[in-house]
């Protein structure tokens, strides 16, 4: 079936680091959906990206679409402990229901 | 706006014991889901709604039941609860290939 392989599954990074992670799935995607959970919280809503070679910034996060529409990356820029959390790729299957990637771990090291 | 709210927040339950995970929304969505998440994973699809009165299961709908008799509600029944089903249940809406928006959760363990 329908698979969305997201990496690396952990990323360590001092303060003032970037972070990126990368997301592939095994089949074209309509759109893709990235999310943020926060430790103990609930998966929230970054944006949605729907067209080939999409780039769309927010602040210090820029979310990338690649041109075939089966993978996609978010990039931090400068890390800051807000953006410490999981962040999550999901891309709709046949049906409508999002398929989730395992999420990246944003780790600030002390 | 309330959103999407779920209750309750927590609860322990003994094996064989059963419950009912409650989730309303006051967006008018269509959509609506019931995902697990063990700790460190990712969410596994339980079961879904695409509008009042239809259902239909996701990854992991074994163990669970779900109904829909209201656009508002989509409770989640656990029958015979097992250690397995030791999780952290999250419920979402979201309208037609739009965003999903999550409650706060229930931490469920099964002891």
């Known amino acids: 079936g329908q698979q969305v392989m997201q990496i690396p599954q952990y990323q360590h990074v001092q303060e003032g680091e970037d972070f990126t992670t990368y997301c592939n799935s095994s089949?074209?995607?309509?759109?893709i959906q990235w999310y943020k959970q926060r430790p103990g919280g609930h998966p929230v809503f970054l944006i949605q990206?729907?067209?080939s070679g999409e780039v769309k910034k927010q602040k210090r996060l820029t979310f990338q679409f690649g041109e075939a529409k089966k993978n996609s990356s978010l990039h931090i820029t400068a890390t800051q402990t807000t953006d410490v959390g999981t962040y999550f790729c999901?891309?709709?299957?046949?049906?409508?229901?999002?398929?989730w990637g395992a999420g990246t771990k944003l780790i600030i090291k002390p | 706006n309330a959103g999407v709210t779920q209750t309750p927040k927590f609860r322990i339950l003994k094996i064989g014991q059963s419950m009912t995970l409650q989730c309303a929304q006051d967006?008018?969505?269509?959509?609506m889901y019931w995902y697990r998440q063990d700790p460190g994973m990712g969410l596994k699809l339980i079961y879904y709604?695409?509008?009042?009165?239809?259902?239909d299961k996701g990854e992991v709908p074994n163990g669970y039941n779900v109904s829909r008799s209201t656009t508002e509600d989509f409770p989640l029944r656990l029958e015979l609860a097992a250690p397995s089903q030791t999780s952290v249940y999250f419920c979402?809406?979201?309208?037609?290939?739009?965003?999903?928006?999550f409650g706060d959760g229930t931490r469920l363990s099964i002891l």
């Open positions: 990206l729907v067209k």
């Open positions: 979402a809406s979201s309208p037609l290939r739009g965003p999903q928006h």
């Open positions: 999901a891309g709709p299957d046949s049906n409508y229901q999002l398929i």
């Open positions: 709604s695409v509008g009042a009165g239809i259902t």
């Open positions: 089949t074209t995607l309509s759109n």
């Open positions: 967006m008018n969505h269509n959509y």
